[in-house]
């Protein structure tokens, strides 16, 4: 694979002061003075953390003092993947953990959230732990029980957070979808999972228009069989009703104590959803001490994130981002809360949020970061300086000009670039406060995770590129797949590859000093000749192009017939593709990246299909332009922005006709 290996641009190094009070400075101090162990640099700590895996995450443990009721009775059982088992023994609740802070200041914000549909308003950490309290006492009056499952389609309000809340506090699986998503997507992620309670919302407002969802939340209520009670969220108009549903506000005001279920480490805190867009979703099963100490570790460690911050992600209740949000609360710290159009009026929206609410950190896909720049806003002329101290970035690998246009409007922010997944809850490289940044680079592996790139004859790569693999086990891994029985989809999804190595699907470089570059999907590396090259790395090249708002590549291997690359492209209003704008994209990419990868055609269109987590959808649309039927590639439900199909299928069609195939 090409790749530029030229010494990158340092933009950003950390302060002696932000090295001195960040996170994992002090977990370092910790480890010298109660364990005996010093390192001199993160390298080291890191290399520590992976040799010496039991060790490490039986201090992260103990310097957390992670609350439980019977301790563990071993860190970990083995190092063999998958089937590794964690801290058994141990009984604890995740929700116990947020909810121990603050106990002495209870009028200190816990949750600010804002939306198109209701202003800013605060609630309390008094308020959360009596709103949390009464609603776990509803669910358990109607009949929830440990290991029951609680599903949501709520969008990202504190109701939803208080929903999980408490659920976890019952010990029962939660569950959820946003609102903006399909019927049938809903259904084939609930369904699975056998609910017993669906709490829902009466409809959400989206750039200024209101969305009805009665008679979706209806449907779901007919289409999953197990339900025995749902709960309606009035949110657009509070005189909503649903016969046979009860109101949000009837689990709301009882007088009743905070109580945690103890529950086992490996018992399942939730399921998500692989993207789904072909095929049903693979139900994802993650445990409670598993998402609690490994949500620790992140963002106290490596996101440097504590009780005095204010910590916001964009994100929906159907993206990973959503749960791994939560983690902030893990710490004590505020969680601020925004459900809209990060568009609308215009892009200055969220920023003005941030500046108003003071945030510490603000989290986006790398998406939104480009969308700013292009559409040339300068945030950072007007906001407070010296307030936000990180801003975070994952979803789609930030192109060096992302970097750069954060840079300019946050000069004294660490920009966290961080890729994980679904898969795990969690980043496997990201962000480090006391290490500095380079355009286009994530800065390091994390801590107690073992990743390497991997060549095809599973050998570690060293600055070169190859697959993304774990090697040693992680505390948050999946505990199985729902209806997974002997795990067979579990250990194909991850463990085909490299037996006992689990491979993530991206391509990879880690270089020389530690820090890493993601090139994207390596189930989308377009082969040219022999010569592979991430989408990632074209992309940069063509949305350089001021004209060129977004861009989608996909390379036609057909049989029997030369391959075909083409390039879609959406172009800035009152632009065209004349055949000088073609050319200089050509030449762009012949002289920046490989004369290879020059695409046969490009192609103006007026959307790139994106999946509700923003991630560019190439493998759906190459499989729909080879021929493949539209049900059997793409889920619309699953998209955020499902019209954009319709004009792929007809252009597929009319391919079809003009090259038939023979």
């Known amino acids: 694979m090409t790749m530029t290996k030229n010494q990158p641009e340092l933009l950003w190094q950390p302060s002696a002061e932000r090295i001195a009070q960040a996170g994992v400075t002090r977990f370092q101090a910790w480890l010298k003075q109660h364990k005996g162990l010093e390192f001199k640099d993160y390298a080291a700590l890191w290399q520590w953390s992976v040799d010496e895996l039991q060790a490490f995450y039986a201090a992260v443990w103990e310097y957390f003092d992670v609350p439980h009721s019977v301790p563990y009775t071993r860190v970990l059982d083995s190092e063999k993947m998958p089937g590794a088992k964690w801290f058994e023994g141990a009984r604890l609740n995740f929700a116990e953990q947020i909810l121990r802070h603050h106990a002495d200041d209870p009028e200190r914000a816990a949750i600010i959230a804002q939306s198109e549909v209701r202003a800013r308003h605060t609630v309390t950490w008094h308020e959360l732990r009596a709103r949390i309290a009464s609603v776990a006492a509803s669910l358990r009056d109607m009949g929830v029980q440990p290991g029951d499952r609680v599903v949501a389609y709520l969008p990202n309000v504190e109701e939803a957070l208080i929903a999980f809340f408490a659920t976890a506090s019952v010990g029962a699986i939660w569950s959820s979808c946003s609102p903006d998503m399909g019927t049938r997507s809903v259904v084939e992620r609930f369904r699975q999972i056998d609910p017993k309670v669906l709490i829902a919302v009466d409809g959400y407002r989206y750039a200024g228009k209101d969305y009805d969802r009665l008679p979706v939340v209806a449907k779901l209520a007919q289409e999953l069989p197990t339900l025995e009670k749902v709960v309606l969220l009035p949110y657009l108009d509070p005189h909503a009703k649903l016969k046979g549903a009860v109101k949000w506000a009837d689990l709301l005001g009882r007088d009743v104590p905070l109580r945690f279920e103890q529950v086992a480490f490996d018992h399942p805190l939730w399921v998500v959803y692989s993207s789904g867009t072909t095929g049903l979703p693979k139900p994802i099963v993650h445990g409670h001490g598993g998402v609690l100490i490994r949500g620790l570790q992140d963002i106290a460690f490596q996101l440097d994130v504590d009780a005095d911050d204010r910590f916001m992600w964009l994100t929906t209740t159907g993206w990973i981002m959503w749960n791994i949000q939560l983690f902030a609360a893990l710490v004590g710290a505020t969680l601020c809360l925004y459900d809209g159009n990060p568009g609308y009026p215009d892009l200055n929206v969220l920023w003005k949020f941030m500046d108003e609410t003071e945030l510490t950190f603000f989290g986006a896909g790398a998406a939104y970061f480009m969308s700013c720049r292009k559409a040339g806003i300068t945030p950072g002329q007007w906001m407070k300086k010296g307030v936000l101290k990180s801003i975070g970035s994952t979803g789609s690998p930030l192109p060096e000009e992302g970097f750069r246009w954060i840079m300019a409007q946050c000069p004294d922010a660490m920009i966290a670039s961080i890729s994980g997944g679904t898969d795990v809850a969690a980043a496997y ?222 252009f597929a069609r009319r391919r079809a006709a003009a090259h038939p195939a023979g």
């Open 429 to 650: 490289v990201g962000g480090c406060p006391i290490l500095p940044v380079y355009a286009g680079e994530i800065q390091c592996r994390y801590l107690g995770t073992a990743v390497y790139a991997f060549s095809d004859e599973g050998k570690p790569l060293d600055d070169e590129v190859g697959e993304l693999v774990v090697t040693k086990p992680m505390p948050c891994m999946p505990l199985y797949f729902w209806n997974d029985a002997g795990g067979k989809r579990y250990h194909d999804s991850y463990f085909d590859t490299y037996p006992g190595v689990w491979r993530h699907g991206d391509w990879v470089r880690i270089t020389p000093r530690g820090s890493v570059v993601i090139y994207g999907r390596s189930d989308t590396t377009i082969n040219r000749n022999g010569v592979r090259m991430g989408t990632s790395e074209l992309y940069r090249v063509v949305e350089e192009f001021p004209q060129v708002l977004d861009s989608l590549v996909v390379d036609l291997e057909y049989l029997g017939r030369e391959p075909c690359m083409l390039l879609f492209v959406v172009l800035r209003q009152g632009t065209s593709l004349d055949a000088a704008l073609v050319a200089r994209i050509k030449a762009a990419i012949h002289d920046g990246l490989s004369p290879r990868h020059v695409p046969n055609e490009i192609i103006p269109v007026l959307a790139v299909p994106r999946t509700l987590s923003g991630k560019k959808m190439e493998l759906p649309i190459k499989k729909l332009l080879l021929g493949q039927p539209l049900e059997k590639v793409v889920n619309r439900g699953a998209m955020a922005n499902p019209d954009s199909l319709d004009w792929y299928l007809d």
